[in-house]
């Protein structure tokens, strides 16, 4: 499938389900009649009930040391004008003692995408979501457990989160220039919380949109392909900054920190596909990272990539 299949189910007004990989060169599309003879199954809710479960994922993380290396290459990246952010990521291996299909189940999460017995992801993030001729993009940057002691002031007032922050905004701002006109910042850093296992996290988002036309539906695919990767889980600058996680990461991404999003002939919605346990030849990896510039401490960032690894 291409991102122009897409364009044909808009014109048509078909309702799809579609996910790409990160590097947005394998795109899949499936009609909604038939997600349940391909063993799929998502949910896009922004309210659901929360349901309490144990913490089963037993990661066993890599070393720090090895961490630090691609952390440092990062830094010299930074340093000599390369990238300003970067998402660095890597894959650690788990145990989980549940399948995809129980974890899909069980997991809290507005945004979650099982695909048979091959990954599942479980995001928080929003990506785009088109509505009433508008294109609407939240980025979350910034995290923080909300049993720290103000942790909603320290969070807004740490200066290497809102300089971070400020750059993924700009850089998303101008995606959605790309596509749309009359591009304005609706919110800037607003708090959200989020439930994280047997802790809560505050995240930090921002609300991008813009006018994208009455026309938008058969052109979907290419409103997608220019949009992509998402750059709150890239870097900026983006082509410069992708070749370096090319070179840095030391492993395919696949669809993890891809987009999936659901069409049901009148609008639109999407996630990133971050939070995202995979099933390997080797067994199952959970993926997971965060941004890095130059304020960044190594040690804090790796604290914060085995934070993510969790079942909400």
């Known amino acids: 499938m291409t991102f122009e299949d897409l364009n044909k189910f808009g014109k048509q007004r078909e309702p799809f389900l579609f996910f790409c990989d990160f590097e947005a060169k394998r795109v899949e599309v499936f009609p909604l009649e038939n997600l349940e003879a391909e063993d799929i199954e998502y949910q896009i809710i922004q309210r659901y009930t929360y349901k309490n479960h144990t913490h089963f994922l037993n990661p066993l993380p890599s070393s720090f040391a090895n961490y630090k290396k691609k952390f440092d290459k990062i830094i010299e ?4 004008g390369e990238t300003y952010i970067l998402n660095l990521t890597q894959a650690t291996p788990i145990a989980p003692k549940k399948t995809l299909h129980e974890m899909f189940h069980l997991a809290n999460a507005a945004y979650k995408l099982r695909f048979k017995d091959r990954f599942l992801c479980f995001s928080p993030e929003q990506f785009v979501q088109i ?5 609407h993009t939240f980025p979350m940057k910034g995290t923080i457990n909300a049993d720290i002691k103000n942790a909603r002031e320290k969070i807004l007032a740490n200066e290497k989160e809102l300089a971070e922050h400020i750059m993924v905004v700009d850089l998303l701002r101008n995606d959605l220039s790309i ?10 850093r607003y708090i959200s919380e989020i439930e994280a296992g047997d802790k809560k996290l505050l995240q930090v988002s921002s609300h991008i949109s813009g ?8 052109s979907i695919g290419t409103i997608l392909q220019n949009l992509l990767p998402a750059g709150s889980i890239s870097g900026a600058p983006k082509r ?3 070749q370096i996680i090319d070179d840095v990461e030391e492993y395919e991404r696949g669809f993890f920190t891809g987009v999936f999003g659901v069409y049901d002939g009148e609008e639109f919605n999407s996630g990133v596909m971050i939070r995202y346990i995979e099933k390997t030849a080797d067994g199952f990896v959970y993926k997971s ?5 130059l304020e960044s401490d190594a040690q804090a960032e790796y604290q914060e990539l085995l934070d993510k690894i969790y079942l909400p």
Do not use: C, M, P, Y
């Open 211 to 218: 006018n994208i036309g009455k026309d938008w539906h058969e």
């Open 131 to 135: 509505k009433e001729n508008r294109i």
């Open 77 to 80: 990246k930074i340093q000599a």
């Open 240 to 242: 410069s900054t992708l």
């Open 289 to 293: 990272g965060g941004g890095i510039t």
């Open 179 to 188: 596509v749309a006109k009359d591009v304005t910042v609706e919110q800037f």
